[in-house]
Antibody
Framework: EVQLVESGGGLVQPGGSLRLSCAAS????????IHWVRQAPGKGLQYVSA????????YYVDSVKGRFTISRDNSKNTVFLQMGSLRPEDTAIYHC???????????WGLGTLVTVSS | QSALTQPASVSGSPGQSITISCTGS?????????VSWYQQYPGKVPKLMIS???KRPSGVSYRFSGSKSGNTASLTISGLQAEDEADYYC???????????FGGGTKLTVL
Protein backbone atom coordinates (compact mmCIF):
# COMPACT_ATOMS: atom_id res chain seq x y z
CA GLU A 1 0.00 0.00 0.00
CA VAL A 2 1.36 3.38 -1.01
CA GLN A 3 1.72 5.76 1.90
CA LEU A 4 2.97 9.33 2.12
CA VAL A 5 3.22 10.79 5.60
CA GLU A 6 4.06 14.45 6.09
CA SER A 7 5.42 16.01 9.26
CA GLY A 8 7.06 19.20 10.44
CA GLY A 9 4.21 21.67 10.16
CA GLY A 10 3.25 24.08 12.89
CA LEU A 11 2.85 27.69 13.92
CA VAL A 12 5.68 30.02 12.94
CA GLN A 13 6.09 33.78 12.97
CA PRO A 14 6.46 35.74 9.73
CA GLY A 15 10.04 35.56 8.56
CA GLY A 16 10.59 32.24 10.28
CA SER A 17 11.52 28.82 8.94
CA LEU A 18 10.16 25.29 8.95
CA ARG A 19 11.33 22.00 7.49
CA LEU A 20 8.67 19.65 6.22
CA SER A 21 9.35 15.95 5.74
CA CYS A 22 7.51 13.36 3.68
CA ALA A 23 8.14 9.70 4.46
CA ALA A 24 7.13 7.39 1.62
CA SER A 25 6.47 3.66 1.48
CA UNK A 26 4.77 1.04 -0.65
CA UNK A 27 6.43 1.88 -3.95
CA UNK A 28 9.88 2.18 -5.53
CA UNK A 29 10.64 5.62 -4.15
CA UNK A 30 13.78 6.24 -6.21
CA UNK A 31 11.85 5.80 -9.46
CA UNK A 32 9.31 8.58 -8.94
CA UNK A 33 9.24 12.34 -8.81
CA ILE A 34 7.63 13.80 -5.70
CA HIS A 35 5.64 17.01 -5.51
CA TRP A 36 4.34 19.41 -2.87
CA VAL A 37 0.86 20.86 -3.34
CA ARG A 38 -0.66 23.25 -0.83
CA GLN A 39 -4.17 24.36 0.00
CA ALA A 40 -4.87 27.48 2.01
CA PRO A 41 -7.91 27.32 4.32
CA GLY A 42 -11.07 27.43 2.22
CA LYS A 43 -9.08 27.89 -1.00
CA GLY A 44 -8.07 25.82 -4.01
CA LEU A 45 -5.04 23.69 -4.76
CA GLN A 46 -1.71 25.33 -5.55
CA TYR A 47 1.27 23.49 -6.99
CA VAL A 48 4.37 24.45 -5.02
CA SER A 49 7.44 22.40 -5.78
CA ALA A 50 8.76 19.20 -7.30
CA UNK A 51 11.88 17.06 -7.35
CA UNK A 52 12.68 14.39 -9.91
CA UNK A 53 13.52 10.79 -9.11
CA UNK A 54 17.27 11.24 -8.59
CA UNK A 55 17.06 14.69 -7.01
CA UNK A 56 18.94 16.44 -9.80
CA UNK A 57 16.04 18.51 -11.08
CA UNK A 58 13.75 20.72 -9.04
CA TYR A 59 10.90 23.17 -9.66
CA TYR A 60 9.37 25.98 -7.62
CA VAL A 61 6.33 28.14 -8.21
CA ASP A 62 7.35 31.79 -8.54
CA SER A 63 5.88 32.79 -5.17
CA VAL A 64 8.27 30.53 -3.24
CA LYS A 65 11.42 30.75 -5.39
CA GLY A 66 14.43 31.72 -3.32
CA ARG A 67 12.60 30.92 -0.07
CA PHE A 68 11.86 27.18 -0.33
CA THR A 69 14.25 24.34 -1.09
CA ILE A 70 13.18 20.82 -1.95
CA SER A 71 15.46 17.82 -1.51
CA ARG A 72 15.26 14.07 -1.12
CA ASP A 73 17.12 11.19 0.48
CA ASN A 74 16.46 8.05 -1.54
CA SER A 75 18.22 5.92 1.06
CA LYS A 76 15.54 6.94 3.56
CA ASN A 77 12.57 7.24 1.18
CA THR A 78 12.07 10.80 2.35
CA VAL A 79 11.51 14.18 0.71
CA PHE A 80 12.10 17.46 2.48
CA LEU A 81 10.80 20.98 1.94
CA GLN A 82 12.88 23.62 3.68
CA MET A 83 10.75 26.74 4.01
CA GLY A 84 12.28 30.10 4.87
CA SER A 85 11.26 33.76 5.05
CA LEU A 86 7.73 32.54 5.64
CA ARG A 87 4.82 34.86 4.96
CA PRO A 88 1.20 34.79 6.16
CA GLU A 89 0.16 33.82 2.62
CA ASP A 90 2.16 30.59 2.97
CA THR A 91 -0.40 29.42 5.53
CA ALA A 92 -1.85 26.20 4.15
CA ILE A 93 -2.01 22.44 4.40
CA TYR A 94 1.02 21.08 2.54
CA HIS A 95 0.49 17.76 0.79
CA CYS A 96 3.26 15.46 -0.38
CA UNK A 97 2.20 13.86 -3.66
CA UNK A 98 3.52 10.98 -5.74
CA UNK A 99 3.97 11.51 -9.45
CA UNK A 100 1.80 9.22 -11.57
CA UNK A 101 4.07 9.34 -14.59
CA UNK A 102 2.19 11.80 -16.79
CA UNK A 103 2.24 15.01 -14.78
CA UNK A 104 -0.58 13.63 -12.69
CA UNK A 105 -0.75 12.89 -8.99
CA UNK A 106 -1.92 9.43 -8.05
CA UNK A 107 -1.27 9.30 -4.31
CA TRP A 108 -1.56 12.13 -1.79
CA GLY A 109 -0.48 12.40 1.81
CA LEU A 110 -2.94 13.72 4.38
CA GLY A 111 -0.86 16.86 4.66
CA THR A 112 0.70 18.94 7.39
CA LEU A 113 -0.63 22.34 8.43
CA VAL A 114 1.67 25.34 8.29
CA THR A 115 0.40 28.50 9.97
CA VAL A 116 2.37 31.72 9.59
CA SER A 117 1.16 34.27 12.08
CA SER A 118 2.42 36.61 14.76
CA GLN B 1 1.56 31.04 -13.91
CA SER B 2 -2.14 31.84 -14.16
CA ALA B 3 -4.57 29.21 -13.01
CA LEU B 4 -6.76 27.47 -15.51
CA THR B 5 -10.34 28.76 -15.67
CA GLN B 6 -13.13 26.66 -14.21
CA PRO B 7 -16.71 27.64 -13.33
CA ALA B 8 -17.04 28.30 -9.63
CA SER B 9 -20.06 26.05 -9.34
CA VAL B 10 -22.25 23.64 -11.26
CA SER B 11 -25.31 21.72 -10.20
CA GLY B 12 -27.48 18.89 -11.39
CA SER B 13 -30.18 16.51 -10.29
CA PRO B 14 -29.64 12.83 -9.58
CA GLY B 15 -29.48 10.81 -12.79
CA GLN B 16 -28.54 13.78 -14.96
CA SER B 17 -25.20 14.43 -16.62
CA ILE B 18 -23.08 17.47 -15.90
CA THR B 19 -19.93 18.84 -17.49
CA ILE B 20 -17.21 20.90 -15.84
CA SER B 21 -15.01 22.91 -18.17
CA CYS B 22 -11.36 23.85 -17.78
CA THR B 23 -10.11 26.53 -20.12
CA GLY B 24 -6.49 27.28 -20.82
CA SER B 25 -4.44 28.03 -23.89
CA UNK B 26 -2.47 26.36 -26.66
CA UNK B 27 0.54 26.44 -24.35
CA UNK B 28 -1.06 24.23 -21.76
CA UNK B 29 -4.44 22.50 -22.12
CA UNK B 30 -4.49 22.61 -25.91
CA UNK B 31 -0.85 21.78 -26.44
CA UNK B 32 -0.48 18.52 -24.59
CA UNK B 33 -2.51 15.47 -23.58
CA UNK B 34 -1.64 16.15 -19.95
CA VAL B 35 -4.82 17.33 -18.28
CA SER B 36 -5.82 15.58 -15.07
CA TRP B 37 -8.89 15.93 -12.87
CA TYR B 38 -9.24 15.59 -9.09
CA GLN B 39 -12.22 15.11 -6.80
CA GLN B 40 -12.04 16.49 -3.26
CA TYR B 41 -14.56 16.08 -0.47
CA PRO B 42 -14.52 18.67 2.34
CA GLY B 43 -11.68 17.97 4.72
CA LYS B 44 -10.39 15.11 2.60
CA VAL B 45 -7.45 14.53 0.28
CA PRO B 46 -7.87 15.03 -3.49
CA LYS B 47 -8.39 11.89 -5.57
CA LEU B 48 -7.19 11.43 -9.14
CA MET B 49 -10.21 10.84 -11.38
CA ILE B 50 -8.85 11.38 -14.91
CA SER B 51 -5.30 11.54 -16.27
CA UNK B 52 -3.85 12.33 -19.70
CA UNK B 53 -7.05 14.12 -20.76
CA UNK B 54 -9.28 11.06 -20.78
CA LYS B 55 -7.75 8.07 -18.99
CA ARG B 56 -9.62 6.72 -16.02
CA PRO B 57 -7.44 5.17 -13.29
CA SER B 58 -8.33 1.78 -11.94
CA GLY B 59 -11.18 1.98 -9.47
CA VAL B 60 -12.70 5.20 -10.78
CA SER B 61 -16.34 4.86 -11.81
CA TYR B 62 -17.13 4.64 -15.55
CA ARG B 63 -19.55 7.54 -14.93
CA PHE B 64 -16.57 9.88 -14.98
CA SER B 65 -15.07 10.76 -18.36
CA GLY B 66 -12.65 13.35 -19.70
CA SER B 67 -12.47 15.03 -23.07
CA LYS B 68 -10.90 18.01 -24.77
CA SER B 69 -11.71 20.42 -27.58
CA GLY B 70 -9.11 22.97 -28.50
CA ASN B 71 -7.94 24.74 -25.36
CA THR B 72 -10.82 23.55 -23.19
CA ALA B 73 -10.83 20.27 -21.30
CA SER B 74 -14.01 18.87 -19.80
CA LEU B 75 -14.98 16.45 -17.07
CA THR B 76 -18.37 14.82 -17.56
CA ILE B 77 -20.19 12.95 -14.83
CA SER B 78 -23.10 10.86 -16.05
CA GLY B 79 -25.87 9.37 -13.94
CA LEU B 80 -25.24 11.95 -11.24
CA GLN B 81 -25.37 10.60 -7.68
CA ALA B 82 -25.48 12.34 -4.31
CA GLU B 83 -22.00 11.03 -3.53
CA ASP B 84 -20.60 13.01 -6.48
CA GLU B 85 -21.15 16.26 -4.59
CA ALA B 86 -17.61 17.56 -4.10
CA ASP B 87 -15.05 20.02 -5.40
CA TYR B 88 -13.37 19.24 -8.70
CA TYR B 89 -10.02 20.56 -9.91
CA CYS B 90 -8.38 20.35 -13.30
CA UNK B 91 -4.62 20.43 -13.73
CA UNK B 92 -2.50 20.84 -16.85
CA UNK B 93 1.11 20.81 -17.91
CA UNK B 94 2.28 24.29 -18.92
CA UNK B 95 5.04 24.65 -21.51
CA UNK B 96 6.35 28.01 -20.28
CA UNK B 97 7.11 26.77 -16.78
CA UNK B 98 7.72 23.09 -17.62
CA UNK B 99 5.43 22.24 -14.77
CA UNK B 100 1.74 22.26 -13.95
CA UNK B 101 -0.97 24.59 -12.74
CA PHE B 102 -4.35 23.85 -11.21
CA GLY B 103 -7.68 25.33 -12.09
CA GLY B 104 -9.50 27.34 -9.47
CA GLY B 105 -11.87 24.48 -8.68
CA THR B 106 -15.58 23.84 -9.24
CA LYS B 107 -18.09 23.04 -6.53
CA LEU B 108 -20.57 20.44 -7.71
CA THR B 109 -23.95 20.45 -5.99
CA VAL B 110 -26.34 17.55 -6.46
CA LEU B 111 -29.84 18.96 -6.07
Amino acid sequence: EVQLVESGGGLVQPGGSLRLSCAASGFTFSSHAIHWVRQAPGKGLQYVSAINDNGQSTYYVDSVKGRFTISRDNSKNTVFLQMGSLRPEDTAIYHCVKDGGSWDFDYWGLGTLVTVSS
Amino acid sequence: QSALTQPASVSGSPGQSITISCTGSSSDVGGYNLVSWYQQYPGKVPKLMISEDNKRPSGVSYRFSGSKSGNTASLTISGLQAEDEADYYCCSYVRSIKSVVFGGGTKLTVL
